[in-house]
C-alpha cells in the first residue's frame, strides 16, 4: 500500500492530497485522521482492487468510480438520502479506478458530538486543519452568522496526478436550530472560491430532524426538509441536464435551486452538533448522475 503525503496548501488553506487514478500498481491511501472519535481516510482503488476494512463500523463516501459488489458511485439520486455504512469485512473497485472517503467509528466512541472541542483533528500536519467560527470566517461579508454556534475546518484538497483539484472536502458542524443560510452558488467562481458540484455526507448527528431544505427563494415559509442521519449522503441537489451533468450558469457557476441546511431541533437541553463534510467537487470531475429517479 502506497501512503499519499499531505502537503500544505498555501492558497486556500488546508492539506493537498493527490492520487493517481491511472498509474501504480498498488492501493494508495492517505494517513488517518481522527475527528470526534472518528478515524478518516483516503483510499484510491484501481479496478478491481479490495480493501479490508478495519474492526467497528464502517462508512464509505465514493468521491470518483464504483464499489463493486454494493454497486455504489458518487451520486445517489437526486434529493435522494442513502445510507453510506458498509456491513461487509471488505470493499472492491468496480471496473474503474475509486477514489472514497473512508469513516471508521470504534464501536465505543459516541454517536454525538456535543462539544466543538470533540472535533479538532489529530494527525499529520493537524495544525492546518483548524476550525473558526462561520462568523469570524465571513463576518467581514455578511451578518448571517452573528451569535450562530456554526464553525467550518480547512479542509482536504484532492488533486490528481497532475495536480488539479478533484474535490475539496469542506468540514463544518452547526448547533441544533441552525439555519445556515438560503442560498444557491451563483457568484462568480475565483481561484479562491472555484464552482463546485455539491454533496454533503454526515458524520454525526446532533438530533434526527436536521438536514437539508430546499425553498422557492429566501425568506420564503415554504420549505422541504430532507432529515439526514449518522452516515447519510445525498443526491444533487443542483440543477442536471438531461444527461445527468450540472447545468452551467453563464457565469461558469452550477445551478442550484435556492437551499441550505437547517439543524434540527429536539426535547434534549443539551447542545448536539450535526459534523457534515461537503464534498465540492469541480466540474470537471463530477460524473454524470445515472439514476434520475
Given at each position: 500500500m502506497q501512503t499519499i503525503q499531505p502537503e500544505v496548501n498555501t492558497d486556500r488553506g488546508g492539506l493537498n492530497l493527490r492520487f493517481d487514478l491511472q498509474a501504480g500498481a498498488d492501493v494508495q491511501c492517505s494517513?488517518?485522521?481522527?475527528?470526534?472519535?472518528?478515524?478518516?481516510?483516503?483510499?484510491?482503488?484501481?479496478?478491481?482492487?479490495?480493501?479490508?476494512?478495519?474492526?467497528?463500523?464502517?462508512?464509505?463516501?465514493?468521491?470518483?468510480?464504483?464499489?463493486?459488489?454494493?454497486?455504489?458511485?458518487?451520486?445517489?439520486?437526486?434529493?435522494?438520502?442513502?445510507?453510506?455504512?458498509?456491513?461487509?469485512?471488505?470493499?472492491a473497485a468496480s471496473a474503474e479506478p475509486c477514489l472514497l472517503a473512508l469513516m471508521n467509528l470504534p464501536f465505543d466512541r459516541p454517536l454525538q458530538v456535543t462539544e466543538t472541542t470533540q472535533v479538532q483533528f489529530e494527525g499529520p500536519f493537524s495544525e492546518q486543519l483548524s476550525w473558526q467560527s462561520f462568523d469570524d470566517k465571513y463576518g467581514a461579508f455578511l451578518d448571517a452568522f452573528a451569535g450562530h454556534d456554526c464553525h467550518m475546518a480547512n479542509?482536504?484538497?484532492l488533486?490528481?496526478?497532475?495536480?488539479?483539484?478533484?474535490?475539496?472536502?469542506?468540514?463544518?458542524?452547526?448547533?441544533?436550530?441552525?439555519?445556515?443560510?438560503?442560498?444557491?452558488?451563483?457568484?462568480?467562481?475565483?481561484?479562491?472560491?472555484?464552482?463546485?458540484?455539491?454533496?454533503?455526507?454526515?458524520?454525526?448527528?446532533?438530533t434526527t430532524t436536521g438536514?437539508?431544505?430546499?425553498?422557492?427563494?429566501?425568506?420564503?415559509?415554504?420549505?422541504?426538509?430532507?432529515?439526514?442521519?449518522?452516515?447519510?449522503?445525498?443526491?444533487?441537489?443542483y440543477d442536471l441536464d438531461d444527461k445527468g451533468m450540472p447545468v452551467m450558469r453563464p457565469n461558469g457557476a452550477v445551478s442550484y435551486p435556492w437551499h441550505g441546511w437547517r439543524g434540527g431541533t429536539d426535547d434534549a437541553r443539551e447542545q448536539a452538533y450535526d459534523y457534515v463534510w461537503a464534498f465540492e467537487i469541480s466540474p470537471a470531475f463530477i460524473e454524470a448522475c445515472q439514476d434520475k429517479s
Open positions: 494517513p488517518v485522521w481522527t475527528s470526534a472519535g472518528r478515524h478518516m481516510q483516503f483510499y484510491r482503488l484501481l479496478p478491481g482492487q479490495s480493501l479490508r476494512l478495519p474492526a467497528g463500523r464502517n462508512f464509505i463516501k465514493v468521491i470518483s468510480g464504483r464499489l463493486g459488489a454494493v454497486n455504489r458511485s458518487c451520486l445517489a439520486p437526486p434529493f435522494a438520502i442513502r445510507s453510506t455504512e458498509i456491513e461487509t469485512e471488505s470493499i479542509g482536504f484538497h488533486l490528481d496526478e497532475k495536480g488539479a483539484e478533484q474535490v475539496y472536502v469542506n468540514p463544518w458542524i452547526c448547533g441544533k436550530g441552525v439555519d445556515l443560510t438560503t442560498h444557491n452558488h451563483a457568484g462568480d467562481p475565483s481561484p479562491q472560491s472555484p464552482a463546485f458540484a455539491e454533496v454533503h455526507w454526515v458524520l454525526a448527528a446532533g438536514g437539508m431544505y430546499t425553498t422557492p427563494e429566501p425568506g420564503a415559509t415554504e420549505r422541504r426538509l430532507y432529515p439526514m442521519g449518522l452516515g447519510d449522503e445525498h443526491g444533487p441537489f
